[in-house]
């Protein structure tokens, strides 16, 4: 333990070298001085306190003595007594006021010290990573980042870089606008650290990298659409597009399906999927009825969102095994085949989109006469058992659909009566849920219907406009199933993610729970999906 005494002249002596070095004119003559203050920074409690003020307050006149100051502060940080700690890392930016090539260095140290369990040493942290990013946020960043790592440099300490990653999320989105300058440059840079990270983040950071692209001004409503295919390739980046595929391999087919639903947003402001849709029509449409369930309505819900912005050569590609899906769909008679309604709103809404911009396509399809006066009408010849056929599924939907808006209707109405008599709360939410799942059935059958009433005749029209609202979408508004994390490759989570994340980068489908509540709707009206 330290005499009194002995602290009392440490502190004296530290007040006297402080004071002669504020006075001097020519501060690099008095390295005694200096000197002192670093040897008295391994004294007594006060000493070291003050010493943690003082180190970094006069560095940049010694730079003989710059390895030494460093180091005898991050030995203060290291420091038992909470209070040396706090007051040593609030120090630290200090260092860079004036030698900014010192800046990598102090945040490399700070980034260390993030994992602090006092929260009034964290938020010490904090601040000083904020103070460091205010004076050079290029630098910062960069130096920031490489704790996230890449594939060519990946992370060392998991834990570090969950403590970055959170940091970076927190408090540096968070401001984006107020660190970003200039802004297009500073956007552009902080977009380049983000792409090298994204090649081994998990689902979950790759949704919250990609939101948070999204918000940046190069990306924003008038950013040229080159911007948008910048954003689409990174998606097609995560979901793998140049691997072989394998209809087995659910971890894929799920970041396959996620990453659709992410590009989505881009598509719809005029970024060509043409990559994507090729993958998905070359791979995944042709064995579409081997996937699980979920995934396979996810699939399909995905399919019908892009469709309306397909181009015409990719709508021509994707037609005929979007045809051979619904006639897989749709059942003529009672044949056992499967039915399932959500499925065949989806294709039915694909098939009206895609035959809207190519519809000569539909003549060797579906049996149709539509002149276009091009080469590929083929009207001469006779497709008039294609037309048939297709009617004929046509109609026995329309008829299943019918008998099912029946018995949904009045499935309502009884619901009504029970939700008049129900007792408790719990009962009341019970039977509200079942009421809006059965609301989303009506709808279901009520596009189904919209959408077959114009292709009975031998040339129909093709709903090529929003007017269909498709059933599911004023029930689950984000385009990414919010239940979801968004897709990504290689990194495996730990527990630092938090609970509910999957169990690597390969991200999952959407939509779950909700489909499983409406299909319910629908099995209580028809007992089951097959027909």
Known sequence: MTDPSDEAKNIEKLYEFGERLNESKDKSQNVADYQGIID????????????????????????????????????????????????????????????????????????????????????????????LLRQD????????????????????????????????REKVFSIKSELLKPQEEMERHITDLIKKSLEDVTGAEFRMFMDFLKSLS????????????????????QADLDAQFNVSDADHIDRLISCLFMALPFVVRGASSSKFLNYLNKHILPVSDKLPDERRLDLLKALAEVSPYTTPQDSRQILPSVVQLLKKNMPRRKTGEEFNFTYVEC??????????????????????KIVTGQPSDRLGEDFSEQYKEFTERLSYVEE????????????????????????????????????????????????????????????????????????????????????????????????????????????????????????????????????
Request: overall charge positive; proline content about 5%.
């Open 400 to 531: 299943l659909t019918r008998a099912t808006m029946k018995k949904l209707t009045q499935g309502m109405a009884e619901k009504n009566k029970a939700m008049a008599a129900a007792k408790s709360d719990e009962a009341k939410d019970s039977i509200k849920t079942e009421k809006q799942n059965t609301t989303t059935g009506l709808r279901t059958c009520n596009n189904i219907l919209a959408m077959t009433k114009t292709l009975h005749s031998k040339t129909p029209s093709f709903i090529g406009d929003k007017s269909i609202n498709l059933s599911w979408k004023e029930v689950t508004k984000p385009v990414v199933p919010s239940n979801t994390p968004a897709t990504g490759t290689k990194r495996p989570a730990n527990p630092a993610n938090g609970p509910g994340n999957m169990t690597s980068k390969k991200g999952r489908g959407g939509g779950g729970l909700q489909n499983q509540l409406v299909n319910r709707a629908f099995e209580g009206v028809t007992g089951s999906f097959a027909v």
């Open 347 to 368: 294709l039915l809404y694909t098939f009206h989109h895609l035959s809207h911009k190519v519809p000569n396509a539909t003549n060797s399809l579906c049996g149709y």
């Open 137 to 168: 946020v290029k630098v910062s960043l960069t130096a920031l980042f490489k704790h996230i790592g890449s594939v060519d440099e990946p992370s060392t300490d998991e834990f570090i870089r969950e403590k970055v990653l959170t940091f970076i």
């Open 40 to 131: 008295a920074a391994k004294t007594s409690i006060k000493a070291k306190q003050l010493a943690a003020q003082l180190i970094p307050r006069f560095f940049k006149f010694f730079p003989d003595l710059s390895e030494s100051a460093i180091y005898t502060h991050i030995d203060l940080i290291e420091e038992e007594e909470l209070g040396v700690r706090v007051q040593a890392i609030r120090g630290l930016p200090l260092f860079c006021k004036d030698t900014p090539e010192q800046i990598a260095k102090i945040v490399d140290i700070l980034v260390q010290l993030l994992a602090a369990e006092e929260f009034v040493e964290r938020d010490a942290v904090h601040k000083a990573l904020m103070s």
């Open 218 to 237: 190069i990306f924003g409503e008038k950013a040229p659409p080159e911007r948008m295919k910048e954003l689409i390739g990174i998606i097609e980046g």
